[in-house]
């Protein structure tokens, strides 16, 4: 598996803690169409992406201007590279804070 691979597994691991309150894709880009990032999500409400990338390495410049027109339009971007990297642990947090909100207000 690939050193991206790993990474990518890891972020589904989270993904599937929070069924039903997350619905997303994994993108299969073949170069038609809008450019996106590798995962498009809806959490409680909220639009995020994830870029998952090997430790060390970078968006692209294309990803990166997806990335900030996402953010442009309130969307959520997470770039995530290795797999003991903070921001997983802040994607998990941020999953889980929404998911806890929904939950709060059902009470």
Request: proline share 4%.
């Amino acid at each position: 598996m690939t050193p991206e691979g790993k990474v990518k597994n890891k972020v589904k691991d989270i993904l599937i803690a929070y069924k039903p309150h997350v619905f997303g894709h994994w993108i299969v880009q073949n170069g038609m169409g809008t450019p996106t990032l590798d995962y498009i999500g809806c959490c409680c409400g909220e639009y995020f992406t994830v870029e998952t990338k090997a430790r060390g390495k970078r968006l692209t410049p294309r990803q990166e201007i997806t990335a900030a027109a996402t953010e442009a339009a309130n969307g959520v971007v997470f770039r995530i590279a290795g797999i003991d990297g903070l921001v997983l642990a802040e994607f998990d947090a941020w999953l889980h804070q929404r998911v806890m909100l929904k939950m709060s207000r059902r009470r």
